[in-house]
Structure formats: structure tokens, C-alpha cells
């Protein structure tokens, strides 16, 4: 049993981490597995040093330890890159110039309800769909034909371990069209390689047989299976947890800085009082 806890780099932090990674960690301790730290940093932009150093210092205080070197995914922009490259040509990528802005403009024409949101939000309503790879311009994001995705791929299960949705699951393919859509690989203007893509090639790479992560990607799932199918790459168990709340019920956000784990450490709390706080 091999698990991990993959936090990005662009903030401290707080208890919704410490949970999901001391429920990552006592997970692997109880089945005799190991605890994986991953470091997400391909938003360049928003990723920095300091915040890295302070995941380190923040997880040994807990109390976890696990391998090193531990994979940064800023060393593996190239493989990819490669993916992306591999997937376009089997027709299933394609260029994409819309900002934010234009999807909103795509979505204001009169039409019946709200549009459908998804994992990464708004669903992209197809503006640039069916546009060939030759014609990608400097600056433009790459997405994936999802319905062409979902044509080639056979049934999406997967088991989830988590006491929220628990036993076994089957993503609708009609549903990954409409209420997940074209999902990013690689953003507009930086060419970043997306996150989906980034963290399902990293969980097979590392050999992670049971993804632990909170309650909020649980819809990313599907997707990401999707994504294991079309690459060949084997299927892990999901271990969906609940979210920490603050007291107005909203989801910590790394906004909340004064829910900051570096914060409490300062402050004298100790590693067993973050385990009560946040309920184990
Ligand atoms: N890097 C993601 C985050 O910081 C988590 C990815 C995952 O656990 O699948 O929220």
C-alpha cells in the first residue's frame, strides 16, 4: 500500500492539511505501506521556495516522515510535455485561445439554467473544439476532447475507501462530457502543464495504490480515471476524507492564515492537540 499527501506549494499550511496528511500517513502506518510527499508546484507563478521549506518543517513537526528525495513536479515538466504531445496525436488535444472572459461571453447567450459547473468550474462550452494541433498559436492552452476520450475508453471504476462515498463506482461517460467537459492539460499563456494530467501521471509513476486526498476532488475523479485509461496506466483506490471547517462551516482556504500550522507551532500547541482539533 503505497499513499501520499501532495500538497502545492503557494501558502502555508493549515489544518485541513494536517488532516489529510496525518490521515494519509496513519493510513500507510496501519496497513504496513508507505507515505509519499509530493510536491505540486506547476503553477510557477504562485509556487515558491519558502513555502516548500515550510511543508517540510511543518510535516516533521507533526510527526511524519517519509522518502527522499521526494518528486517536485517542476523536474518532470518534460515527461509531461511528452504526454500531452503523445495524446495530441492521437487526436485526442487541441488548441484553445479562450480567456476567461470569452468562455463567460460564449455562456451569456440566452439558453435554459445556469451553466453547468464543474471540477476546474465553469465547463467549457467547446468554443475552440475540432481546431487541428497545426493551428496552435504562441499563448494558447491545450484541452482534451473529452467525448472523443470517452469514445475510446471502456468503463471508468474505481473503488473508494473513504467513509463518505464508500464501495464502487462507475463514472458516466455522458456525465464527464457535460459536467466535466474539455478539461485543461496545459494553460493559456504559460503553456504550465494542468494539474489532472500532472497528478495522475505522478500517482502512477510513484506506484501510489490509494490516492488520499479531501472530499473536494472526489468529482475530479472521474476525469483522472479517464485519464489512466487513455494512458494504459493502473488504477488506484481513492480515499476521499472530509473537509475541516471553520466555524461558519466554509472549507479552509490557504487564505486562512490564521489557521496557519505554523502558527499554532509558534504558539506553543503541540502535534496532539492538532490531532484532537482536527478530530483524530
Ligand atoms: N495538489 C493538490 C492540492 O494542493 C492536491 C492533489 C491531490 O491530492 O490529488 O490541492
Redesign the pocket.
Known amino acids: 500500500m503505497i499513499t501520499?499527501?501532495?500538497?502545492?506549494p503557494t501558502g502555508p499550511l493549515h489544518l485541513g492539511h494536517a488532516f489529510s496528511a496525518l490521515t494519509a500517513h496513519d493510513r500507510a502506518r496501519a496497513a504496513g505501506g508507505t507515505f509519499l510527499l509530493r510536491i505540486?508546484d506547476t503553477d510557477r507563478e504562485r509556487s515558491k521556495p519558502e513555502w516548500e521549506e515550510l511543508i517540510f518543517e511543518d510535516l516533521h513537526w507533526l510527526g511524519l516522515d517519509w522518502p527522499e528525495p521526494v518528486l517536485r513536479q517542476s523536474d518532470h515538466l518534460d515527461d509531461y510535455h511528452a504526454v500531452i504531445d503523445a495524446l495530441a496525436a492521437r487526436g485526442l488535444v487541441y488548441p484553445c485561445s479562450c480567456s476567461r472572459a470569452d468562455i463567460r461571453a460564449a455562456l451569456s447567450a440566452p439558453q435554459e439554467g445556469a451553466p453547468p459547473v464543474g471540477p476546474d468550474g465553469i465547463v467549457y462550452p467547446g468554443t475552440c473544439r475540432g481546431r487541428p494541433m497545426s493551428s496552435r498559436q504562441e499563448g494558447d492552452a491545450l484541452r482534451l476532447d473529452i467525448a472523443r476520450a470517452v469514445a475510446e475508453t471502456g468503463p471508468l471504476q474505481f473503488t473508494e475507501t473513504g467513509p463518505i462515498h464508500p464501495g464502487q463506482h462507475q463514472a458516466d461517460p455522458e456525465e464527464l462530457v457535460q459536467g466535466t467537459g474539455d478539461v485543461i492539460l496545459a494553460r493559456r499563456v504559460s503553456g504550465e502543464v494542468a494539474?489532472h494530467l500532472a497528478?495522475t501521471l505522478d500517482d502512477a509513476r510513484q506506484g501510489v495504490t490509494e490516492?488520499?486526498?479531501?472530499e473536494d476532488?472526489f468529482s475530479?475523479t472521474p476525469v483522472q480515471r479517464l485519464l489512466q485509461e487513455l494512458l494504459r496506466l493502473p488504477r488506484p483506490d481513492y480515499h476521499h476524507h472530509r473537509l475541516i471547517r471553520d466555524e461558519r462551516g466554509r472549507r479552509l482556504a490557504k487564505r486562512d492564515d490564521a489557521r496557519a500550522l505554523s502558527l499554532y507551532r509558534s504558539e506553543g500547541v503541540t502535534p496532539e492537540e492538532i490531532r484532537r482539533m482536527v478530530g483524530l
Open positions: 501520499r499527501f501532495a500538497p502545492s505540486e494539474y497528478v490516492v488520499t486526498r479531501g476532488l475530479a
